[in-house]
């Protein structure tokens, strides 16, 4: 069982660094003294430094503010089981100086305790708010702290602890007696009824309602109105709830409500084998499965050390630059019907029906592709598939016009979009909007170009940037960036070489069948894969792509076993949704149906 | 010959109504098909196509089905009111018909039938206050569901159609102005004489369309359905028939309003360029004009469904083009655009008929053809001039901006090399 092995052998491999290797982590050192407690490398060579847990806001403070760490990637945990520290994973990144930095902070895991990092990174409210809700990490000072994807009142404990079982501390039968007894209604109208009445004016725990409601007043004359949108309703783009506080048809504050589709894939990864993990990562982001089947297999290969094949890396291109137009044609078709332009959706379906018969043709499935292995991809590319890719990207760019001719100078479409939902780059930047909504709001920060992965600085492509950060700029990206996307492929499949599509590695590729059935050693390398699963050695490593979505990050961790010990995926639309409340603030009820689909979430990735 | 008796008039007039009334209840159902099939084809699909020939009985399978489903009653909601919305959403739109001549006199045996159920003398008044009943159906039907969707729902349609009753009201003037008289019979051999006011008008005729689609509550103005926000606003809790009753409504007020359009713009049944349907039927029975024959009735007939036929399109084609307006912005195009826009043109329109009659130009084509003159330049003042998109963008976003972002060539360096 990989939840009892040990966290020992986790940093033989890198040891520790000379401090001064890097200048950012010296001048850290020598400012705080003891509260570093150690410097580690992690499998990218990345510094990562643990920290004193009571001094976790100055030291962050000042690597924001004095070292330039702009973006708070990631807050998670990560459980080594035995009674050992919870380890609280800051996952930093320098957009100046393109760096990234780990920084960690242990806490017991009977009492484990943080100060919040909300108030230097806002991109940390709904991240500790996942931590709590996983590993019990309470964050003092958060200003709601509530479970996000269990219940709020999950009574069973924290689900990624090690010594949580995959199928919850309660038998089946008591689960559903408990889910049974409890009334989701009262949740529900406890909220209604605290703006709706002054004699409930201490709202139920957590919720924050913010109306003020004056107590001179009868009970019916209550301002404000709250409105459920969701968890059915037609534009919520899955199952999300949101607890809409109104003002006649102004929002006051909107409260996203996640978790209905909480599938722990984190917590699945767990106990399934490295590879057994890749048809879990395309269930998360239906909407662009290769992309998160490929950045998978890129975060694992990096904790090996392997270097995939030149062919597979330019069909890996091919793959994610195609599902990244894939996941684009439908945010516009999805954003138009909400804003009440139901025809661009079914134009772009139909060649987002294109992509889907691609998918078909190379992988036998539509929508969840699992199309890469460790060290390559499932198969090679069928013959025909790429000039079937070449045919669609020379007639694809049609549709885009004939949808820009529809939308792009449609009068009531730039009514509804300009200046709406808008959010500054500095408020971008740290509240941690990613993507192409970050970019709509004018930063420059794109994966493939600020630490590429699979070659991309030898593309030739743009970066689409916006001025105003609104709605219709992250229209306007989404266009051009497909219109980039084309010009990747294009110079993608110019340069397809031929060769093996995996490596040659029986370690991680299954040997081919005439080895195997020939020669022992290639017997015994496939029934060690097959029956053990491949080994990863020891180590740790923050791998992030840039998904349609926004800056898709897989930590993974690995004590040198069969199956990973930690898998976090980071998901981009879970960042963009936690910025939702400050985006429609102020604004109608029309405008957060057009703002909620134009940070395109995809509801399978931000409850995992 | 005379007047009809009264046996007669009783008799062909409860004819009459029940042709109309089946006449329209088919071209609602027929409009509904219509809806899909036109949507399917402007969206590169085939629509409906498994019920009948060309799926032509789609409309009997889905009435069907709509007897068939269960009521749902939400609890804590109004009962009578609830049950009543539907009904009152449903009247107005039929019962406007009744005042829309929809062919050329009929001659028969027993004397000459005009081609209306009522040739009410009030005309385009009983039009505009019945047809500002239909709001209570909206309004009822939202607040009685007991649910936020539907109350938000029937606040703006109270809100919105009672602001485009304003904007509509305004935009008939006008017509009121040049013809002199207000029923429709006459304003449609007023057109048969002149032109049709479609181009003495036509700025008229702009606001109109403009208020009809925000009154039938048509995309771009379907602020009280606006399925993407709430659900599908008023009558998100209602079901089978009672759903079907709202449904139809929409199509029957799509389908007056065509009718309308018609009949105040473009000339009603009249069939352009051909003086042999040129009739008008006096109240005494003697018809003035053109000798009436079954035939011509039958001709005229086509026509003018045909023009409400086009008007239909229109209806469909613009649903299925353009987004959806936000709820400020529908109220300020009405109050901050369309009322101010319509108060200067009918102040325009005025001034020049008071310099035409000075002149001594008697109504007919030449005076038509002099307000043409200016409503061209007024169209032209209004496209280059006062709008340029800016009208629909109302007292939002004034900005121009440029319809591409910026692209960014991002040099990619090495980060190691300069932090270590």
């Given at each position: 069982m990989s939840s009892t092995t040990t966290s020992d052998n986790i940093d033989k491999g890198a040891g520790?660094?000379?401090?001064?290797?890097r200048q950012d982590v010296a001048q850290l050192k020598t400012k705080f003294g003891p509260a570093i407690r150690s410097i580690e490398l992690d499998a990218a060579d990345e510094p990562v430094v643990y920290i004193a847990p009571d001094r976790n806001t100055e030291i962050l403070q000042y690597l924001r503010d004095e070292?330039?760490?702009?973006?708070?990637r990631d807050v998670t945990g990560l459980d080594w089981g035995g009674g050992r520290p919870i380890q609280v994973v800051y996952e930093l990144w320098a957009s100046e100086r393109r760096l990234p930095l780990r920084v960690k902070a242990e806490v017991p895991p009977s009492n484990p305790r943080l100060q919040t990092a909300f108030g230097i990174w806002h991109a940390a409210n709904w991240l500790e708010r996942e931590a709590y809700d996983m590993f019990g990490v309470k964050f003092d000072g958060h200003p709601d702290l509530r479970r996000i994807l269990?219940?709020?009142?999950?009574?069973?404990?924290?689900?990624?602890?090690?010594?949580?079982p995959l199928r919850g501390r309660f038998t089946r039968a008591e689960q559903t007696r408990r889910a049974l007894a409890r009334d989701l209604e009262d949740i529900y109208s406890l909220e209604e009824l605290a703006v709706a009445?002054?004699?409930?004016?201490?709202?139920?725990?957590?919720?924050?309602?913010t109306a003020e409601i004056p107590?001179?007043?009868?009970?019916?004359?209550?301002?404000h109105m709250i409105l459920n949108i969701?968890?059915?309703?037609?534009?919520?783009?899955?199952v999300l709830r949101l607890v809409v506080e109104l003002d006649g048809e102004t929002i006051v504050k909107c409260t996203p409500h996640i978790?209905?589709?909480?599938?722990g894939f984190e917590k699945l990864s767990e106990y399934r084998t490295w590879n057994q993990v890749i048809p879990l990562t395309d269930r998360m982001d239906y909407l662009a499965p290769m992309i998160y089947n490929i950045g998978y297999a890129l975060g694992v290969e990096k904790l090996l050390g392997l270097e995939v094949t030149p062919r597979c890396k330019v069909i890996r291109v091919i793959c994610m630059e195609l599902n990244r137009i894939f996941s684009h044609l439908i945010w516009i078709g999805t954003t138009a019907i909400d804003i009440g332009a139901f025809t661009p959706f079914l134009y772009t379906f139909e060649e987002r029906e294109r992509i889907y018969n691609l998918h078909e043709a190379y992988t036998?499935?539509?929508?969840?592709?699992?199309?890469?292995?460790?060290?390559?991809?499932?198969?090679?590319?069928?013959?025909?598939w790429l000039d079937a890719v070449r045919y669609f990207i020379e007639t694809f760019p049609n549709t885009l016009d004939e949808v820009e001719r529809l939308l792009s100078q449609n009068a009531i479409w730039i009514g509804r979009t300009q200046g709406v939902g808008v959010m500054g780059a500095a408020e971008a930047t740290n509240a941690g909007l990613c993507g192409p909504n970050l970019r709509a709001s004018g930063?420059?920060?794109d994966v493939r170009k600020?630490?590429?992965?699979?070659?991309?600085?030898?593309y030739d492509f743009d970066v689409p940037i916006g001025e105003y950060g609104d709605v219709y700029d992250r229209y306007l990206v989404r266009m051009e960036e497909m219109r980039q996307s084309v010009r990747i492929i294009e110079q993608a499949l110019d340069r397809v070489?031929?060769?093996?599509?995996?490596?040659?590695?029986d370690r991680v590729i299954l040997p081919p069948k005439s080895r195997v059935m020939n020669s022992i050693d290639g017997m015994i390398a496939h029934f060690k894969l097959v029956m053990e699963g491949l080994k990863v050695p020891a180590g740790e490593t923050w791998y992030s792509v840039e998904s349609s979505k926004g800056e898709l990050g897989f930590y993974l961790v690995s004590d040198?076993?069969?199956?990973?010990v930690r898998c976090r995926y980071r998901g981009p639309s879970f960042m963009n949704m936690s910025n939702l409340p400050a985006l429609v603030k102020g604004e109608l009820v029309a405008d957060i149906i057009a703002v909620n689909a134009s940070i395109d979430i995809v509801l399978g990735e931000i409850d995992r | 010959m005379g007047p009809l008796s009264t046996k007669a008039f009783l008799i062909i007039g409860a004819a009459k109504m029940l042709m109309i009334f089946v006449g329209w209840l088919t071209a609602v159902a027929g409009v509904t098909l219509a809806e899909r099939k036109i949507a399917a084809w402007i969206q590169d699909r085939s629509g409906?196509?498994?019920?009948g020939p060309w799926g032509l009985f789609q409309p009997i399978a889905d009435g069907l089905k709509n007897f068939l489903k269960e009521e749902v009653r939400p609890a804590g909601s109004s009962r009578w009111v609830f049950y009543l919305a539907p009904v009152i959403s449903m009247f107005p739109a039929m019962v406007v018909?009744?005042?829309?001549?929809?062919a050329a006199p009929l001659p028969t045996r027993w004397g000459t039938v005009n081609m209306i159920v009522a040739d009410l003398p009030i005309g385009i008044l009983y039009i505009l206050a019945i047809a500002s009943l239909g709001v209570y159906g909206l309004v009822l039907g939202g607040w009685s569901s007991n649910s936020k969707y539907s109350f938000l729902g029937g606040v703006r349609a109270s809100a919105q159609m009672i602001s485009y009753e304003v904007a509509l009201g305004l935009s008939l003037v006008p017509i009121l102005m040049v013809a002199?008289?207000?029923?429709l019979p006459q304003l449609v051999s007023q057109q048969q004489d002149?032109?049709?006011?479609?181009?003495?008008?036509m700025v008229g005729y702009l606001f109109l369309t403009a208020s009809y689609f925000a009154e039938t509550n048509?995309?771009?103005?379907d602020m009280p359905e606006a399925e993407s926000e709430l659900?599908?606003?008023?009558?998100?809790e209602y079901s089978a028939m009672k759903f079907a009753m709202f449904m139809l409504a929409e199509y029957a007020n799509m389908v007056t309003a065509a009718a309308l359009m018609a009949t105040l713009f473009f000339g009603g049944w009249d069939i352009p360029?051909?003086?042999?349907?040129n009739m008008t039927l006096a109240a005494d029975g003697s018809v003035a004009g053109a000798a009436p024959a079954w035939w011509k009735t039958t001709l005229t007939g086509l026509c003018f469904a045909a023009k409400t036929g086009f008007f239909i399109l229109v209806f469909i084609w613009v649903r299925w083009t353009v987004p959806r307006f936000r709820y400020d912005q529908v109220m300020s195009l009405g109050w901050k655009v369309l009322i101010p826009m319509e108060v200067v043109y009918v102040a325009l329109l005025g001034g020049a008929m008071l310099y035409l009659d000075y002149l001594g130009i008697p109504f007919g084509t030449r005076y038509a053809l002099y307000l043409t003159a200016l409503n061209v330049v007024l169209m032209l003042v209004i496209v280059?001039?006062?709008?340029?998109?800016r009208i629909i963008l109302g007292a939002g976003w004034r900005q121009t901006r440029p319809q591409r972002v910026k692209s960014e060539w991002i040099e990619y360096a090495d980060r190691r090399q300069d932090s270590r």
């Open positions: 520790p660094v000379a401090p001064g290797e070292q330039g760490y702009d973006m708070l269990m219940p709020e009142n999950y009574e069973e404990g924290y689900p990624l602890r090690k010594d949580f009445s002054r004699e409930t004016r201490t709202a139920p725990r957590g919720l924050g309602v107590t001179d007043v009868p009970d019916l004359e209550a301002k969701g968890p059915q309703h037609p534009a919520t783009h899955g978790g209905y589709l909480h599938t036998g499935a539509r929508m969840t592709t699992s199309v890469s292995r460790i060290g390559g991809m499932m198969a090679d590319v069928p013959p025909g930063v420059p920060y600020d630490n590429p992965y699979l070659e991309y600085e030898t070489p031929d060769g093996p599509i995996n490596v040659k590695d040198g076993g069969p199956k990973p | 409906p196509n498994r019920v018909f009744a005042v829309i001549p929809i002199g008289n207000v029923t002149a032109l049709w006011y479609i181009l003495p008008l048509r995309l771009p103005f659900v599908a606003g008023f009558h998100t360029f051909w003086s042999g349907d280059f001039v006062v709008d340029r998109n």
